[in-house]
């Protein structure tokens, strides 16, 4: 009954809020949208989209109150005071409904701020939500505080305060919640009318033009808050343990409670304040925090460094104080809250989320400027970054050896819930958030053209540096957390491919970032065993969720993990270690004993390129890619399987066909991939890929036909395709058949690779067998493509071969290498050929014993082919990663029902 009629007054009181201005001073209005029992799904339901457009387009005021009071919810919760004129059992009942009702003003807040947001442009509140009050407004709230009485809030005793304020030193850093006062903290917000104002038309604007966001920051920190900010981490005597960190602590270096000065000065925006509340609150002793967490202070200053706040035991410290389910609840419900108060970059364009930035991101990944006070997005960064890591990898390692999510993964599935366990829920919202950080671009940091703006920047501050990525760079650095960070990354990865292509896929940037970002980290993660850990699960993913359009920007971020690792010599010999795993049931062919994880990649990459796909799948920007990977590793390949080999030979036929060469200006860079890799393997390691050799031999017609291309044979198929008005090669077959002795090859078992003019991706890699000066070259850009819709290329007309064309790229066709093997080694082995089932047995005998000194070209320097940053993929890894987030926040929608302009959502029937 208690219930039933909490719920009435709640439902009367969001009927109220849309129909009449409420007056702030109604405090006992205001405060049961907080004190009433209700989750998520209760503020979603009792406000819909439409219900909070209309609160936000004809009751901007009562809006503003109500965001008002739910950040003030939030800084009331750091402020448990004690009130002796109340009786000591009165005030143990509002400090228990002190949790519940900071954790109703979050889900309130994460409900609101999409909208928002979503309107800024076309509402003043908006835009006022990042803007300093003015002056006035702040003197006549000032006054109104001191005529007023405090607020009732939820006391402690003073021993349990004392407590809190040692552990959370900047929970009394916050002013007290001002009591409501008819003046407005938010500039340009109206106050509270009887007129309305309709909101505008709604409007399709979407677009997947993905434009240049800045690049990433290299530049040193600033040296005024960078040391205050990211004091060095202490590990505990267990593994993981950074030595580094630990002998660097020092007296001079702990940061004590008398200089932890006020974090949010009067006068702050009220995004400000929400972002700080809620970092505070993250790690707040009895709401997200166990009471444990005491101990787990190390010995030294007091204060020295909140190691002791982390949420999950491997980086930073071995352990942490096992939560209660109710804590990591409030932990997932802060964290949603955050992403909401980070979700502008949604509602811009590509180009114009570049110009803007994220007002939010930014006060969460700058250092403070010079001079002002330390924050709480500054004192708490190194715990959350470590917390936000610890927490998905220690829940991966708890699963044991098994490559299966874990139950609690399932449970909600078969019973038909889109709910999940808490500790579920928290691993993915802290990849989601973990991710979205370590990318994020501040605006005017080093590299990028635009202007700061100075209503919530730092003055006089010439470059702005992302401290999250500079974390992920500079403090991962022993080798015992290096090595627990990538073992405990491959068994998540693992997971990730096991059968739910879905699960924790957001590891995936927060693995691409940190490869990029930390050399020391991708040094351990391609040395031994590590590599394999690394590189079998995303083979399996990659061979997963190719054909699924919803995964291909997984599948993108998969391709150039591998391709970052290619670029390692370490990770190119790690592909000889033996390979025991099953691939006959991922549609690979069956592997024979002896087979190594270099086959593996090999038919992985074959099975991409050759199997046919639907028009617009969006592989085709990937495909010189994966030619890089191959090519990258195979001047490092010791031995290839026959299976392996005859994949390779069989990539050489179809991409020398001409009517495959005719389809595109650039195909026949597919061509020079496939010979490069041919050359690699027979002169750097011709003993052990004897098999490589036959298959070259077998495929000596294939070859001289490439040697003796003429243009008449391609102007053939090009205009047959021209007559087809430009219509794609056709696919016949799957071209996944294993090619044996004597096999012919169709011709119209051909694969639907690109056929059209180049995109712009492809136009980006046009230097990317060109070495650079450092030995190394560019990789292809991503494309600009939606996150959320499959890639489609549009053809810019029929492509005519002309003779410049086919001469300037056949002078630099590295052919002479096979053709010279093929010379030399046909005559003989065709004088063993009986033509009985032992013959291929005789030959490869033939080939192991016999030696080709003399009669090959001089091999030529190794050319290893390095991923470069470039702008294209930052902007689409942005919109990747915000359609994620969009994707998976949908029990309770968070994002959905907002006019969403960063990329295009498409909506199917169920």
Same mark, same amino acid.
């Given at each position: ?10 439902e009367?009181?969001?009927?109220? *809020? ?18 009433t029992?209700?989750?998520?799904e ?18 901007p ?15 009331r919760?750091?402020?448990?005071l004690?009130e002796? +004129? ?11 409904q ?7 003003a ?5 409900? @609101? ?7 800024r442009?076309a ?10 009050p ?12 001191q ?9 402690v ?18 002013p ?7 003046s ?48 060095p981490s202490?590990?505990?005597a ?14 001079a ?10 974090s ?6 009220l995004?400000?304040? *929400? ?11 009895? *709401? ?23 949420w ?13 389910a109710a ?5 997932v419900e802060?964290l ?20 803007v ?25 190194q ?10 990898? +220690? ?18 599935? @078969? ?19 973990l ?7 501040p ?17 006089g501050?010439s470059?702005r540096v ?11 650095e ?9 073992n405990a ?7 990730t ?12 940037p ?23 850990g ?45 390979y025991?795993?099953r691939s ?8 024979? +004993? ?26 085709e ?10 090519c ?8 290839l ?8 030979l069989?990539?050489l ?9 005719a389809?595109?200006?650039r ?7 496939v010979?490069?890799? @041919? ?11 004897t098999?490589?050799?036959?298959a070259?031999?077998?495929?000596a ?13 391609l ?11 430009g ?27 690109p ?25 292809p ?19 005519e ?22 010379e ?15 013959d291929?047995?005789? =030959?490869?005998d ?34 990747? @990663?915000?359609?994620? =987030?969009?994707?998976k926040?949908?029990?309770?929608? =968070? ?8 990329? =295009? ?6």
């Open positions: 009954m208690g219930g039933n009629s909490s719920s009435l007054h709640l009367a009181a969001a009927r109220t *809020l849309l129909e009449e201005d409420v007056p702030t001073n109604r405090t006992d209005f205001w405060h049961l949208f907080f004190s029992p209700a989750t998520s209760t503020y979603f339901q009792l406000l819909k989209s439409d219900d909070v457009r209309k609160l936000l387009f004809e009751r005021g009562n809006l503003q109150t109500l965001l008002e009071q739910s950040v003030a919810e939030l800084e919760a750091l402020h448990p004690d002796p +004129h109340k009786q000591q059992q009165q005030q143990q009942q509002q400090q228990q002190l949790p519940r009702r900071a954790v109703n979050a889900r309130l807040l994460t409900r @609101l701020l999409p909208f928002v947001y979503e309107a442009d509402t003043p509140l908006g835009a006022a939500l990042w803007r300093s003015p002056p006035a407004a702040t003197a006549v709230a000032e006054d109104a505080q005529q007023q009485q405090q607020l009732p809030v939820a006391p005793a003073a021993a349990a305060a004392a407590a809190a304020v040692e552990l959370n030193p900047l929970a009394g850093a916050f007290a919640p001002a009591a409501p006062s008819t407005s903290s938010l500039q340009g917000a109206p106050a509270p009318t009887s007129s309305t104002a309709s909101p505008p038309p709604a409007t399709s604007t979407a677009t997947t033009t993905m434009t240049t966001p800045p690049s990433a920051a290299s530049a040193a920190p600033p040296p005024s808050a960078a040391s205050a900010a990211s004091p202490a590990a505990s267990a593994s993981p343990p950074s030595a580094a960190s630990a002998a660097s602590s020092s007296v270096d702990a940061i004590t409670s008398d200089q932890i000065q006020a949010i000065p009067e006068g702050q925006p995004g400000v304040r *929400l972002v700080e509340a809620v970092m505070a609150l993250l790690f707040t002793p009895d *709401l997200t925090m166990p009471g444990a967490s005491r101990g787990q202070l190390r010995p030294g200053p007091p204060l020295a460094y909140p190691l002791g706040f982390l999950a035991g491997g980086l930073g410290c071995s352990t942490a104080p096992v939560p209660s804590q990591q609840t409030t932990r802060l949603k809250c955050l992403l909401a108060a980070c979700c502008s970059t949604l509602y811009e364009s590509p180009s114009d989320a570049v110009q930035g994220n007002r939010a991101l930014e006060h969460l990944v700058c250092s403070s400027p010079g001079g002002q006070q330390l924050t709480a997005a500054c004192y708490y960064r715990a959350l970054f470590y917390s936000l890591l610890n927490v998905p990898l +220690h829940h991966a390692l708890e699963s044991g050896g098994s490559w299966l999510p874990s139950v609690s993964y399932y449970a909600p599935l @078969l019973a038909g819930s889109p709910a999940a366990e808490p500790t579920d829920q928290l691993a993915d919202v802290s990849l989601q958030l991710a979205t950080l370590l990318h994020y671009e605006v005017g940091g080093t590299g990028s053209g635009a202007q700061h703006d100075q209503s919530i920047g730092p003055q501050s470059s992302n401290e999250y990525s500079r974390l992920g760079s500079s403090r991962l022993s080798a015992s957390e290096l090595q627990w960070l990538s990354a491959g068994r998540l990865l693992q997971q491919a096991s059968g739910q292509s879905g699960y924790r896929l957001e590891m995936l927060v693995l691409w970032l940190l490869l990029q970002r930390n050399p020391a980290l991708l040094r351990t993660a391609v040395a031994g065993e590590a590599a394999a690394v590189l079998v699960p995303l083979l399996h993913l990659l061979l997963d969720a190719h054909d699924d359009p919803t995964q291909l920007g997984s599948v993108h971020l998969a391709v150039f993990i591998v391709l970052l690792l290619s670029s390692e010599r370490d990770f190119c010999v790690a592909l000889n270690q033996p025991a795993g006959a049931a991922r549609g690979l062919p069956p592997l024979s +004993h002896g087979s190594t994880h270099a086959d593996l990649l090999v038919l992985t990459v074959a099975r991409l390129l050759l199997q046919p796909q639907p028009p617009g799948a969006g592989l920007p990937l495909h010189e890619c994966l030619l890089t990977i191959v990258n590793a195979s001047a490092y390949i010791k031995a399987s026959m299976v392996a080999s005859m994949r390779l069989r990539l036929e179809v991409f020398s066909r001409p009517r495959f060469l389809a595109a200006a195909n026949h860079r597919y061509v020079s991939f010979l490069e890799t @041919l050359n690699n393997l027979v002169q750097y390691q011709y003993e052990g890929n098999a490589v050799v036959y070259i031999v077998r495929s017609p294939a070859l001289h036909a490439l040697a003796g291309l003429q243009l008449e044979q102007r053939k198929p090009a205009a047959a395709a021209a007559g087809a008005g219509a794609g090669m056709s696919a016949g077959g799957d071209g996944q058949h294993e090619m044996t002795s004597g096999e012919e090859t169709p011709e119209e078992d051909t694969p639907d690779l056929n059209s003019a180049p995109s712009a991706a492809v136009a980006a890699a046009a230097s990317l067998s060109q070495p650079a000066a450092d030995g190394s070259a560019a990789t850009a991503l494309p600009s493509v939606d996150p959320l819709s499959p890639l489609t290329l549009l053809p810019d007309g029929p492509f071969p002309t003779a410049a064309w086919l001469e300037a790229w056949k002078a630099q066709l590295p052919l002479s290498t096979c053709m010279r093997l093929v030399a080694l046909r005559p003989r082995i065709e004088r063993l050929v009986t033509g009985s089932a032992a291929e047995a005789h =030959i490869l033939y080939l192991r014993k016999t030696t080709v000194v003399g009669l090959l070209p001089v091999p030529h320097p190794i050319l290893i082919r390095k991923y470069q940053q470039n702008e294209s993929t930052d902007s689409w890894l942005n919109s990747y @990663l915000w359609g994620r =987030i969009f994707k926040n949908a029990s309770p929608p =968070i994002f959905y029902g907002t006019k969403v302009r960063l990329f =295009i959502v498409s909506t199917s029937a169920n």
